[in-house]
């Protein structure tokens, strides 16, 4: 059967799954940032922030996977899953740690987060209005003595006020506790009482059942870790088991002996409505493949709303008496078979034997639906997803990603694949490196919130994400703008995103900027996309030598005379680069910054040529032997550090920028 003609079966499936494949969910507490500490190769990564979706990126043994096992411990969604110092801790200072010698080294994750504004109203209802409020930042932190640490500037007062009116107490039993701004002076005062009143009683229990100590720990443990995310784990190594012997599955499940991807054959006998009770019966053999059936083309369609590899590919399961002569344990009882059916070719093979990036894409997608049917209150941590994805398959795979799961909860995963970046979204990168000190010296695994590395090896995934993404746009981009460089883009973006946060008009969204290498490529890349239907505008730097060039490629008709924007156009001098459009001033104290130039060394304004900025920079540069130039690095350290430029030194570059993009816009 052609997978068009199961469409009505799928559309009656995906009403049963409604409720929780399509549930918008409910608001959670936001994680900001983490520090990971005594962990693996991990000694201390610093903290990093985190957002809604967040990319780890690093070379192979970098310890990402250490970060996502370190976090996903903090809360986790299997219980029994726990530090474990014998085996976790950093084997260089495990004696110092077993011997006491070394201070907080129980811990291993200490994390910031953020009630939403739904949840602080739910709990001014229990607790007390601005009992937390929206401001407050709550540290949760856990180790190797397996108990959570709760941190928080909580109000006291509202809290105990709260309480004391909901165990009604009455004037005499507020004289009796007159003082209530800390736990400490609770007790106190409850210890002075000889005589409890009822009321008095009854929240002496509360008090003592919710602060044993001084510390939060209990009372958060108690009434605020529901509203604490879980943490789902995911590897790139779970996957369906092609074939499944249920005797050994049900007696491995009983002992709790499953591996990582017997379990996710479990999820899908969850999603089937199903146990491991039934499965034992032979005569709900029928019903449990009725059931998987169901599922299977419910994920199948899934799949297919976001896999651009093959639509031919349909998934079939099936159940058979165990042969005799095959190996154990697939020589006992029945075998649950799972099969990849190519309807194109009209053949069927294993699903062990086919496509590793189908198999992985079809488990991690049972695996993804079993888990948001579980729980409702999660953060999700993929390790290496889609690696065995093509190149075009992980793009889609980071459509899912952005599409079905990061509207509903925050996703950190960790990759090496360019092509598993967002490079929309490029500053969600983290990079994860394995460092050393210039002695040589061991600091283990960093993870930096910026998105650059001083590591080739480590930012050459961002790198080559960076050409792939401008190649893919050569082709799907309907506006594009040609620029010389990826500094050019950098500048561009900068002072687009300046102009509107100052509520001015930037660069329009609808552009998607593209480096074609200088005023000789641009007529190349025009001729050869032109016929595309793209909209091109180029922006471009301008010397007197480039004269015949522009006008060659004016009349050569590719390109209206009005998309030919040069950098002269907004300087006012003969000759110009982008960076004689931010300005003489500003660019020296970019430079300066930039290479730490100070005193004789730093360049001056008055050593600037109108007109020539980078030429009379490099020109500077090149007799200082310690500096080795180029006009790339300016570029990338202002991203890294965007407040290098107070507003006065770059009001008049704004002014300017501000014509380039109202003429760029007017092409739309």
Known sequence: MHYQSLMPIFAKIISVFAPYLNSKGCEKMILVDVRIKNYKCILDSETF???????????????????????????????????????????????????????????????????????????????????????????????????????????????FEKKMEDFGFGASDRAQIATYNSIKEVRAQ???????????????????????????????????????????????????????????????????????????????????????????????????????????????????????????????????????????????????????ENTRHDSSVSFDDRSAGFVWFFSFLIWFNYIQKEENNLIILLDEPGLTLHAKAQGDLIRYFKERIVPKFQLVYTTHSPFMLDFSDILSARTVEDVTDENENVLGTKVGSKVLSKDRDTTFPLQAAFGYDITQTLFIGKNTLLVEGPSDILYLTYFSEKLQELGRNGLSKEWTICPSGGIDKIQSFVSLFGGNALKIVTLTDYHPGDKNKIDRLKKSGLLETSHILLASDYTQYPSSDIEDIIGASAYAKLVNACYGLTGNEAIT????????????????????????????????????????????????ALDRFEKVYSDINKAL
């Open 190 to 340: 409850l210890k002075s009482i000889s005589a409890l009143s009822e009321p008095e009683q009854e929240f002496k229990k509360w008090f003592d059942t919710s602060f044993p100590d001084d510390k939060l720990d209990t009372f958060s443990e108690k009434y605020l870790l529901p509203y604490l995310p879980k943490f789902s784990y995911f590897s790139e190594y779970q996957k369906l088991p092609g074939r499944i012997a249920l005797n050994n599955f049900v007696k491995k499940s009983s002992e709790g002996k499953l591996t990582a991807n017997e379990k996710v054959f479990e999820a899908l006998l969850s999603l089937a409505n199903t146990s491991i009770t039934e499965i034992k019966e032979s005569n709900k053999l029928e019903a449990l493949i009725n059931k998987t059936r169901g599922i299977s083309s419910k994920i199948t369609r899934e799949i297919f709303a976001y896999w651009s590899q093959n639509k031919h590919l349909k998934v079939e399961f099936r159940c058979d008496m165990a042969k005799s002569g095959d190996e154990p344990p697939f020589n006992d009882g029945y075998i649950f078979s799972t099969r990849i």
């Open 49 to 159: 922030s985190i957002d809604q979706l967040t990319c780890l990126v690093g070379k192979n043994e970098s310890g990402k996977s250490a970060i996502l096992q370190a976090l996903y411990k903090l809360n986790p969604v299997d219980k029994e899953d726990t530090y474990d110092a014998l085996y976790e801790y950093p084997k260089m200072y495990q004696t110092d740690f077993e011997a006491g010698f070394i201070d907080d080294g129980d811990t291993v994750v200490i994390s910031n987060w953020k009630f939403t504004t739904e949840e602080i109203e739910e709990l001014g209802e229990k607790f007390g209005v601005d009992f937390i409020n929206t401001s407050t930042v709550v540290t949760v932190s856990n180790g190797y003595n397996n108990k959570r640490t709760w941190d928080f500037d909580a109000d006291f007062h509202v809290l």
């Open 605 to 652: 304004v008055e050593s600037l040529k109108a007109g020539e900025v980078l030429h009379s920079t490099e020109v500077l540069l090149s007799q200082n032997p310690d500096v080795r130039f180029d006009h790339y690095r300016p570029s990338m350290y202002l991203i890294k550090h965007p407040d290098v430029w107070k507003m006065e030194d770059i009001a008049e």
